[in-house]
């Protein structure tokens, strides 16, 4: 086996740090950027994903606190008679609100603002504080744009450590989050985290002026736009407006003249996948509505309520 430079030894060192990173996809994959031009998408994600990781530092400082201080795990060995016996290692210093010890006073000063909620470390330019110098130096970087943290396979280069991490990810094809429950894979936890609340039914956003609640916030975003009336989304062309991307795109396929589904039995032509499929029952005879009476499928309501009025000896309108 190879054995690591220093470089690369501090470097998995700050990977260990800068563990559990959180992406919100959801907002990380789910949640849609209104209005952004291509190239500054990924620059957007990124900030983003900063944003995330210094707000986890918080919650790192309360339950990874040895990682965060540099301390030493206390091994503590068996005898041969079963008894305990105490490591070489002694820790002097123990928390007197949870009796978590540390051997160094340095770090029971940075445990204790776990319980204090002190934060020495404030940014000068937006204000946000921390509890740990780690945390602040990541955040900082959204401010100076420092990259520091480069791909040597693609040259993409990072705020975080722990955004690299993730990217590799995307070259090796490694997925080490499994959902406990159906078996799907995930590149990161935070989208495993997203993925569960499928089958927990967790709805963590709440609407403030009905209090319908949601299980992402790209979903409760676009439901607000039911309250406020905004139609973000607007044609170039005809200037008409719609509330989500996928009603815009769908509209300027229209205009395009893009043409991508065809049906195989009649040769019609359509813009989306699933009226391509919903048309295809017409021939197949499938269908939502089906008459109890022949058993003749119908896709639309309306011709299906037509329909059942011949069976009832009612004449449909006339158009």
């Known amino acids: 086996m190879q054995r690591k430079t220093p470089a690369e030894a501090t470097g998995l060192h700050t990977v260990i740090k800068m ?7 959801e907002d990380v994959k789910i949640e849609e950027t209104f209005r952004v031009k291509q190239e500054d998408l990924q620059e957007q994600t990124d900030l983003m994903l900063l944003k995330e990781e210094t707000h986890q530092w918080n919650e790192m400082e309360e339950k990874h606190q040895d990682i965060t201080t540099d301390e030493k795990p206390t091994w503590t060995k068996i005898t041969s008679r079963g008894r305990p016996r105490k490591s070489k290692s002694s820790c ?4 007197k609100l949870c009796r978590k010890s540390f051997t160094k006073k340095t770090n029971l000063d940075v445990h204790m603002r776990v319980h204090t909620g002190e934060k020495p ?7 946000k504080s921390f509890g740990q110098i780690q945390g602040f ?12 943290y480069t791909c040597q396979l693609c040259g993409k280069s990072f705020y975080i450590s722990g955004n690299l991490t993730v990217h590799m990810r995307t070259h090796t094809g490694e997925k080490p989050y499994p959902c406990p429950q159906c078996g799907k894979r995930y590149k990161q936890n935070s989208n495993l985290e997203v993925h569960m609340r499928i089958h927990t039914g967790e709805k963590p956003y709440t609407c403030t002026e009905c209090g319908k609640r949601f299980p992402y916030k790209c979903t409760l975003k676009h439901h607000m736009i039911s309250h406020t009336g905004q139609k973000p989304f607007t044609c170039a062309q005809c200037e008409k407006s719609f509330t989500t991307k996928a009603s815009f795109k ?34 197949s005879g499938e269908g939502r509505y089906r008459c ?15 329909h059942m009025k011949l ?7 006339q158009h």
């Open 292 to 306: 109890s009476e022949c058993g003749k499928g119908f896709t639309h309501k309306r011709s299906f309520s037509a």
């Open 137 to 148: 130096k990541a955040h900082m970087r959204i401010h100076s744009g420092e990259r520091p």
């Open 121 to 127: 470390y404030t940014c000068e330019q937006c204000g």
């Open 92 to 95: 002097n210093f123990s928390c």
């Open 311 to 317: 069976h009832n000896g009612e004449q449909s309108p």
């Open 250 to 283: 769908n509209h300027m396929d229209g205009h395009t003249g893009t043409i991508m589904f065809t049906c195989d039995q009649c040769g019609k032509s359509l813009t989306r996948k699933d009226a391509i499929k919903q048309h295809k029952k017409i021939h």
């Open 19 to 25: 563990a559990l990173i959180k992406e919100e996809s």
